[in-house]
């Protein structure tokens, strides 16, 4: 590698913690060459987004400071650079996108004009130029009528998009370094394909230098030409990928590899005994027949032009008891309208949702009754989804009280068992949500969802927030409980490689429908509609030779509609 364009050198940051100073990263050096893709991996709580913070010197609290080393970009030292040497770089050298586009922008500013405004702070263009600048600047990060979508808002557009302006407003300064904080952990595995080739190209043509945050080393494998990894504020290993990949030395870098979902072997063959074996009922558990779930809205006074909206249309699905099914799908496709229908949660349109025999149609309140007492969920969010004021044990205590599953003499020890249950010791009863990492609130979602003795568990992307080695614990746990009690489970994600490493069937869902169902193994060896095969190319792989998959999702919405208008299912293109 050539002179590099910015070099690190021991840098340390400390936070003041009462009468002294504890370190938060730890004399971390490292390179970014000239036109190269760095990726900076580590679980949350590494030092990845604080060392990134630092260099642009934007640290989080007053209380942090740089104690010791440099920043060098281009020949100067930034540690010691003025603040006002320092707002040209910030934008000007350095430029960032975050996580979440939708904190990030200003949501009263159309999309062109956040673009605009930094071209005519950093490049001095006047509001004409500076405008024809930011449309081709959309026009560049994959907007298909930037003249129009210039004027939008970011409300009106999807993640995706909202992430491509994010991109859009890093690029308006023309930054030599583009430093890319977890870009594309919120978004679904087609459209973060999408973004992450759209970085490749930005490199290419622009000749950026960028740094890519990630806890998925399958991003990184893909996308970065050299990768380093941060553990406890500290730099443990970098290399280049390949030799990193095949040959790691640090054992923390061997675990994440581990860890990944696209690593051998194929689920199927490596699922318990349990979760295969003949199901002990010839009666489904679950039974949804025609289900259709419509929304209305958008309409003006008195309701007049209101519009009605299908997020679930004509499913029909049958789980029996001790079933794993993953239900997959990109955000929108109705997975989570499905499963608040199944729960009652939703109103039905039409159709019939049937749990153990009671109908949601025709006996709603005994259905109910049924599905509160015997059917459970567990959310997405860790930290959302849990009482801030409640400690773990008085949440247990509360439902376990309310559902009369435990007597007041019993509840004590059963909160014990619970936790025992999820793999949390059992001090954690008197701790709140705030005090625990997210893997540990999940854990104890688990437990509350398990406190009702639950026949059935509806997971809703429950894995999706968290790094990839919580996330393969979670795995772990819920094929350990749905092995050991029989559980059925239904498993929502929108990340096939998870599904692969966990269920025995897989439902796609496509707008509103199913446009594919089966075995995990015969669905991922032969996909048979063109949506699940671009789900499938679009999965991350460790592989570093595999080229990045969401090619194919780049015309998914034109292949697809002609399916629909057709009828006919699509063949999939080889894999």
Excluded: W
């Amino acid at each position: 590698m050539s002179a590099p364009q910015l070099s690190v050198r021991d840098l340390s940051v400390a936070v003041e913690d009462g009468p002294g100073q504890r370190l938060l990263l730890d004399r971390v050096s490292l390179d970014l060459g000239t036109g190269e893709i760095l990726g900076l991996v580590g679980e949350s709580g590494s030092g990845k987004s604080l060392f990134c913070r630092a260099l642009m010197r934007l640290l989080p609290s007053t209380k942090l400071s740089i104690i010791h080393g440099s920043i060098l970009l281009e020949g100067r030292d930034l540690v010691t650079a003025d603040e006002t040497e320092m707002l040209k770089v910030r934008g000007g050298s350095i430029g960032m996108i975050f996580q979440n586009p939708t904190s990030h922008l200003d949501p009263v500013m159309s999309v062109g004009d956040q673009i605009a405004e930094g071209i005519r702070y950093h490049q001095g263009l006047n509001r004409r130029d500076a405008r024809a600048a930011a449309v081709e600047i959309l026009a560049q990060v994959g907007f298909p009528n930037p003249d129009r979508q210039y004027d939008g808002y970011p409300h009106e557009f999807s993640g995706g998009m909202r992430q491509r302006a994010m991109i859009g407003v890093a690029l308006s300064s023309n930054p030599k370094i583009l430093v890319a904080d977890e870009p594309t952990t919120a978004l679904d595995v087609t459209i973060q394909a999408q973004i992450l080739r759209l970085l490749m190209d930005i490199r290419d043509k622009r000749g950026l230098s960028i740094i890519l945050i990630s806890h998925d080393l399958g991003v990184v494998a893909q996308t970065c030409d050299r990768i380093a990894v941060m553990r406890d504020g500290k730099l443990v290993e970098q290399g280049e990928k390949r030799a990193l990949l095949e040959a790691p030395t640090h054992p923390y870098t061997r675990s994440l590899i581990q860890s990944h979902p696209s690593m051998p072997g194929e689920a199927a063959s490596e699922l318990p005994d349990a979760a295969v074996a003949e199901p002990s009922s010839s009666r489904p558990l679950l039974e949804i027949d025609d289900l259709h779930v419509r929304f209305t809205g958008g309409g003006g006074l008195f309701g007049r032009g209101a519009q009605t909206v299908a997020a679930v249309k004509g499913v029909s699905l049958r789980v029996m008891p001790g079933e794993t099914v993953g239900i997959v799908g990109e955000s929108g496709s109705g997975k989570s309208t499905l499963a608040r229908a199944i729960l009652g949660l939703t109103p039905l349109s039409s159709g019939r949702v049937s749990f153990d025999g009671s109908d949601l149609t025709t006996d709603r309140a005994a259905a109910l009754a049924k599905l509160h007492g015997e059917a459970a969920m567990v959310f997405q969010d860790p930290y959302n989804a849990l009482n801030p004021r409640l400690t773990i044990g008085d949440m247990l205590s509360e439902v376990l009280r309310v559902q009369g599953k435990a007597s007041d003499t019993d509840i004590a020890t059963r909160v014990g068992e619970l936790l025992d249950l999820v793999g949390l010791e059992r001090e954690f009863a008197s701790r709140k949500p705030r005090s625990m990492s997210g893997g540990q609130c999940q854990r104890a979602g688990i437990a509350r969802a398990l406190a009702v003795d639950p026949r059935m568990i509806i997971a809703d992307e429950c894995v999706a927030a968290l790094d990839v080695t919580i996330q393969a614990q979670i795995i772990d746990l819920f094929r350990e409980l749905t092995a050991s009690m029989s559980l059925t489970l239904l498993f929502i994600a929108h990340d096939l490689a998870i599904v692969r490493n966990l269920c025995e069937r897989v439902v796609v869902m496509y707008r509103g429908e199913i446009v594919e169902e089966g075995l995990c193994a015969d669905v991922f060896a032969r996909p048979r509609h063109a949506y699940t095969a671009a789900l499938i190319q679009a999965i991350p792989d460790i592989d570093p030779d595999k080229p990045l998959g969401g090619g194919a999702a780049l015309e998914l919405d034109a292949v697809t509609q002609q399916g629909h208008s057709s009828g006919q299912p699509l063949t999939a293109v080889n894999q």
